[in-house]
């Protein structure tokens, strides 16, 4: 029971992140576009709007590798992997998330915590610019690792017979 409920938490949490990360596709786009008529057009503002798409993009990224792993479009061994069992399959997955994944996201979380959070407290700027928000670049490290560390727990936990999300 105490069971389902944290997966299913982490379930909607995960979702919920991964639906609001779609969202920041389109203004990663339209920056990253702006950035040419800004610099040869308007003459201004361009380098503003390449740093601002450098940390959206960022964000963006540490969401799409946990939403990669829960459409299963992730690059895989399945030609081999289609010969095994559904039951062997799932197996595999589980020793996947807990010997490679969980450990991997945690040393992340605790080796990156002295650089995210210098970072965030100095509020760090871009090197090149000096425009304010490079520490969202270091966020989405944590983010990554914090989310790929949710799903491989919520993998782990998942109850037998329920669909592999």
């Known amino acids: 029971m105490i069971r389902s409920r944290i997966v299913s ?3 909607r949490l995960i979702a919920g992140v991964v639906s609001l990360g779609g969202l920041l596709a389109l203004p990663v786009v339209l920056l990253l576009f702006l950035q040419w008529p800004l610099r040869d057009l308007v003459r201004a503002y361009s380098r503003e709007a390449n740093d601002l798409g450098q940390w959206l993009f960022a964000l963006y990224v540490a969401i799409a590798v946990t ?3 829960r459409a299963q479009t992730h690059l895989a061994t399945d030609v081999v992997a289609s010969r ?3 039951r062997t399959r799932a197996r595999l ?3 996947g998330a807990l010997i490679g994944v ?3 996201a945690l040393f992340v979380l ?3 915590k ?3 959070v210098s970072s965030v407290l100095g509020r760090e700027a871009f090197p090149d610019t000096a425009n304010p928000g490079y520490f969202m670049v270091k966020i989405a490290l944590w983010l990554l690792a914090g989310l790929m560390a949710a799903q491989a ?3 782990l936990l998942a109850v037998r017979g329920r669909s592999e999300t």
């Open 114 to 116: 002295s650089i995210v």
């Open 9 to 11: 938490s982490l379930d």
């Open 153 to 155: 727990i919520r993998d």
């Open 110 to 112: 605790i080796a990156g």
């Open 102 to 104: 969980l450990p991997w």
């Open 93 to 95: 997955a589980r020793a």
């Open 67 to 69: 939403a990669a792993t």
């Open 84 to 86: 095994y069992s559904p």
